[in-house]
C-alpha cells in the first residue's frame, strides 16, 4: 500500500514565524505533490504543487521536493493566526490522491 | 457555478439500514471518488471511478458499494452501515484525475448509532 506520512501536530508558531511541515511518501514512483489546508469541518483547498525537485514559492508559501530523499515540506513565512489549519499532503497515485494525515498548525497572536 | 454537491450533509443512521450518499457535478468530469475522513488519518479513498461503468477500489473500500452510471453522478452506498462507518465523507470529482484539477464537495457528516 502506498503510503503518505505527516507528523500530527499540533505544531504551535508564534505571529510572523515561519512554520515548517513536512511528508514523507512510501512511492517511488510518484511524480506529482499536493498541499492542501482544511479548516475544521471544512472541505481541503489546494494551496501548492510541486513536480520537480527544489523549490516552488507562491506568495508566503513555499513547497520544497526531494524526490531521492521522498521528502516534501511546505514552508509558511510570516505566519497569520488565519494560517491555523490542518494542513494535509498529498501524492498523485494513479487513481487520483493517497493523503496523508494531517499536520494540525496552530498560529498564537 | 463549478461544483460538487453531496446529500445529505449530515445524517445519524441505525446499524443495518441501509442508506445512500449521493454526489452530483456539473462540470463533466471524467473523474470522481470518494473519501472518507477520521481524525488522524487524513483522507482515505474508498472508491473511485474514471468514467462510466468504471469503478475500482480504493484504500478502505470494506463495506461500501459505488455506482456510475452517469458522468455526472457518482452515490456511495452503505448496504448495512455500522459504526465503525461513522465518519466524515467527501465526494471529488476532476477532469485528469490530477490533484489540481480537484472540486471537493462540502463533506457529509455520517453517524451509525
Known amino acids: 500500500q502506498k503510503e503518505v506520512e505527516q507528523n500530527s501536530g499540533p505544531l504551535s508558531v508564534p505571529e510572523g514565524a515561519i512554520a515548517s511541515l513536512n511528508c514523507t511518501y512510501s512511492d517511488r514512483g510518484s511524480q506529482s505533490f499536493f498541499w492542501y489546508r482544511q479548516y475544521s469541518g471544512k472541505s481541503p483547498e489546494l494551496i501548492m504543487f510541486?513536480?520537480?525537485?527544489g523549490d516552488k514559492e507562491d506568495g508566503r508559501f513555499t513547497a520544497q521536493l526531494n524526490k531521492a530523499s521522498q521528502y516534501v515540506s511546505l514552508l509558511i513565512r510570516d505566519s497569520q493566526p488565519s494560517d491555523s489549519a490542518t494542513y494535509l499532503c498529498a501524492v498523485d497515485t494513479g487513481n487520483m490522491l493517497t493523503f496523508g494525515g494531517g499536520t494540525r498548525l496552530m498560529v498564537k497572536p | 457555478e463549478a461544483q460538487v454537491t453531496q446529500n445529505p450533509r449530515y445524517l445519524i443512521t441505525v446499524t443495518g439500514k441501509k442508506l445512500t450518499v449521493t454526489c452530483s457535478q456539473n462540470?463533466?468530469?471524467?473523474?470522481m471518488s470518494w473519501y472518507r475522513q477520521d481524525p488522524g488519518l487524513g483522507l482515505r479513498q474508498i472508491y473511485y471511478s474514471m468514467n462510466v461503468e468504471v469503478t475500482d477500489k480504493g484504500d478502505v473500500p470494506e463495506g461500501y458499494k459505488v455506482s456510475r452510471k452517469e458522468k455526472r453522478n457518482f452515490p456511495l452506498i452503505l448496504e448495512s452501515p455500522s459504526p465503525n462507518q461513522t465518519s466524515l465523507y467527501f465526494c471529488a470529482s476532476s477532469y485528469d484525475g490530477r490533484g489540481n484539477t480537484i472540486y471537493f464537495g462540502e463533506g457529509s457528516w455520517l453517524t451509525v448509532v
Open positions: 462540470m463533466n468530469h471524467e473523474y
Open positions: 510541486i513536480y520537480s525537485n
